[in-house]
């Protein structure tokens, strides 16, 4: 007995008037194309898969070359008067006038503001008459001292005439009586030479109401006006601030600790405003203080610069950058400071035209030890070198470098000639 599904398609066959056989062949030979081709594609898909990728490495180079160097040194800081002055009163009262105003030019003795001298001329009033009365006592000790000189030549002339006539005790009397006059004469002068110390001092108080400049400039600030109480009793208040001479300033920058020991006196520098950028203005160094300031951790020193401004155009109090030169390198053999931090990649195990089958690019060898083809080793000793480009090659050379400006670096000796071409970087290459 035949199996149901073959005598359903047979039956099927039969109907639609299809030979049975040949339709099982048909399907016999689609099965045999089917894994022919995916035979034949398989060892396409398995090397594109698997095939390595075309990869290589540019050199980006630049040459040596000879040149000028200048090292500064970066620092920022702010504008100041060579002479600040600051104006202020020794005493107490109210402010009657003010004389200057700001940017006021003034003169030594010009006066400035006055304060109201109605009690320091009474003062002044008190101690004359003080003085006047002190003199007065000094003619009455004066007289004393007379009289008390007349009585006891008196008494000496009596007793030289008779001895009886006169008694000692009454001489002695007279001689005292003398020396105590002396005392109040002497107690009178000294009283007349205080009252006119008090009397000075008075009148210096008096002159003190009127404020002048000490010195030629010009006025910066004003912190008073008329009407205003003056209180001088611990502390002189501070009433104008004056520039002695503002075509001559100061500029005063923060050095870095890392820096400070190439800033010496003496040295140029420039520096820009933010007021006029496109301007630069020069300076040179007249002090480097050993007094240091900490803020946030970093460690700076004041460093003062001579800047000259006819014109005006500075101003106290504006922030400068300054461009310190501490270095100049003339006609130097220079290289860029990639060129030493360069360091050569590792090389690719296998070249780019290398041949592999398929057996290999399914069981791959063991990965080769990188090499560096066409590098010289250095000594250990060798502290800096670069790497010199030579017919597709690189090739170690040592030297010795001098100042650098964080760009160039001078080389002050070693194996390199003008024009070698020096790596700096590499690039990736792919396809």
């Known amino acids: 007995m035949k199996p149901p599904h073959e005598t359903d398609s047979r039956d099927i066959a039969a109907t639609l008037g299809i030979d049975a056989g040949a339709a099982r062949h048909r399907r016999r030979r689609l099965w045999i194309v089917a894994a022919a081709a995916a035979l034949l594609t398989l060892p396409a898909g398995l090397w594109v898969f698997l095939r390595p990728t075309a990869e290589g490495l540019r050199y980006v180079t630049q040459e040596v070359r000879r040149g000028d160097l200048t090292i500064t040194v970066t620092a920022t800081g702010s504008l100041a008067p060579t002479n600040e002055v600051e104006v202020g009163s ?3 009262g109210i402010v009657k006038t003010v004389e200057v105003d700001f940017n006021d030019r003034v003169r030594v003795g010009q006066p400035l503001a006055n304060l109201d001298p109605t009690k320091f001329q009474a003062e002044v009033l008190r101690s004359r008459a003080a003085l006047e009365s002190a003199q007065a006592m000094v003619l009455e000790a004066q007289a004393t001292v007379r009289e008390a000189d007349l009585n006891l030549e008196r008494l000496r002339r009596l007793s030289a005439l008779n001895a009886r006539a006169v008694s000692p005790l009454d001489v002695d009397a007279a001689e005292a009586s003398l020396a105590r006059a002396r005392a109040g004469e ?20 008096l002159t003190k109401t009127v404020i002048v400049s000490p010195v030629e400039g010009l006025v910066l600030t004003r912190s008073v006006d008329p009407g205003q109480t003056v209180a001088a009793s611990l502390q002189a208040p501070v009433l104008f601030t004056l520039a002695e001479d503002l075509t001559q300033m100061e500029l005063q920058v923060d050095v870095d600790e890392a820096d400070v020991g190439r800033v010496q006196e003496g040295q140029s520098a420039t520096f820009t405003v933010d007021a006029y950028p496109e301007r630069e203005f020069a300076a040179q160094i007249t ?65 780019s035209g290398e041949r592999h089958g398929l057996v290999s690019l399914l069981l791959p060898r063991p990965p080769r030890r990188p090499k560096r083809a066409g590098v010289e080793t250095l000594p250990k000793s060798q502290a800096r070198q670069v790497w010199v480009l030579q017919g597709g090659e690189l090739r170690a050379v040592a030297v010795v470098t001098g100042a650098t400006d964080g760009a160039l670096t001078v080389i002050t000796s070693g194996d390199l000639a003008l024009g070698a071409v020096l790596v700096v970087d590499t690039v990736d290459v792919k396809p």
Do not use: C, H, W
């Open 90 to 92: 020794e005493l107490s």
């Open 186 to 205: 002497a107690s009178a002068r000294a009283q007349v030479a205080e009252a006119r110390a008090t009397l000075k001092v008075d009148e210096t108080n």
């Open 287 to 351: 002090q480097v203080r050993y007094g240091s300031a900490t803020t946030e951790g970093v460690v700076t020193y004041k460093t003062i610069l001579k800047v000259d401004n006819p014109d005006l155009v500075l101003r106290p109090g504006m922030t400068a950058t300054a461009e310190i030169t501490v270095d100049r390198v003339a006609d130097g053999l220079l290289v860029p400071n990639a060129a030493l931090r360069f360091s050569p990649p590792q090389a690719t195990p296998t070249a």
